[in-house]
């Protein structure tokens, strides 16, 4: 008889404290990124050589166990099964992140938005070059799927955001289709939360977690995450081992579509006051060439710092899992 010991550790996962430690803090980077409005914790996956493993861990979860396993009581077949090794750390890391740093984000945001959109422009930009090195051929039609990837994120991020409801059943198709653009790289999960009008009501809702009501509404985004995550990850592992080049491209694509939203020097072309907030209807990219001053390079550095930063959680992170 197997024991629940060896039902644990049959799984991939860590194999000992230290490694899962750095899968911790890999799901924190994650945490980080998916917070932020244009930032993909799928892009900082693939930066961080986990993305493969984490669409395997989330597959993982399948109507197989539960059909099989989990309705004839087989539970230690079904954690036999499952990932949990992995999903463990790495979502403990994602969810650390994000509770403990949607008051900085918001308030980085709102007050200090040239310098992290700076950071994340750095970020991206490294990111599309190093995604792009993961395709072994580049084609015509790798080359096509790029140019389609940049033209849907960039159609997608230049999407006004609207006024919704904040119903329960609207709250859990946000966060089903917010799941499936995180784990996009290219394509941020809070970003569609600022297109649906939810992403301050999420954020506000994280501050304190523990109300009662703020409890319920987290625990029903959470829910569409969730059956989000488990159909959305099978599509992901299945065009990546069968179609690979072709789907890297596609992602790179949407990565360096993204990257419009980021730009941190923006001009404000039309905007609507509604509810007494302020929305941008229209706005375009500038680079301040006439107004260089301090503030500007601070701005660059910030964005060189991103880039180089993606490298290091490279060569630090990559082979540690």
Not at 84 to 106: D, E, K, T, W
Not at 275 to 295: G, Q, R, T
């Amino acid at each position: 008889m197997i024991t629940w010991k060896q039902s644990f550790f049959k799984s991939p996962g860590p194999n000992n404290f230290k490694e899962s430690v750095v899968l911790f803090i890999k799901g924190f980077c994650m945490g980080s990124a998916d917070i932020v409005p244009g930032v993909s914790g799928g892009t900082i996956a693939l930066i961080l050589g986990i993305y493969d493993k984490l669409l395997n861990a989330i597959s993982s979860i399948s109507l197989y166990v539960f059909r099989k396993k989990i309705m004839v009581l087989d539970f230690k077949g079904a954690l036999s099964e499952i990932h949990i090794r992995f999903i463990l750390p790495l979502f403990l890391g994602i969810g650390c992140a994000i509770i403990s740093l949607a008051r900085l984000v918001n308030y980085l945001l709102h007050h200090e938005q040239v310098m992290i959109w700076s950071f994340f422009f750095g970020l991206i930009a490294a990111s599309v070059f190093y995604v792009g090195k993961k395709i072994e051929k580049w084609g015509i039609s790798e080359v096509c799927l790029f140019v389609l990837g940049v033209f849907l994120s960039w159609q997608i991020v230049s999407l006004i955001p609207a006024i919704t409801p904040e119903t329960y059943w609207f709250i859990f198709i946000t966060g089903f289709i917010a799941i499936c653009a995180m784990i996009l790289p290219g394509i941020s999960g809070a970003f569609i939360l600022l297109i649906f009008g939810k992403y301050e009501f999420i954020t506000g809702v994280l501050k304190n977690p523990f109300n009662t009501e703020n409890f319920i509404i987290i625990a029903v985004f959470c829910l569409g995450c969730l059956c989000g995550l488990l159909g959305f990850s099978k599509i992901l592992s299945y065009l990546l081992d069968r179609w690979h080049n072709w789907t890297m491209a596609m992602l790179t694509g949407l990565m360096a579509g993204s990257m419009k939203k980021i730009w941190p020097y923006k001009e404000v072309i039309e905007s609507k006051i509604i509810h007494e907030k302020i929305y941008v209807l229209s706005e375009k990219n500038i680079f301040p060439v006439d107004n260089f001053n301090c503030e500007v390079a601070i701005s660059l550095c910030l964005i060189i710092c991103g880039f180089l930063m993606i490298f290091l959680l490279n060569c630090f992170f990559k082979e540690k899992i």
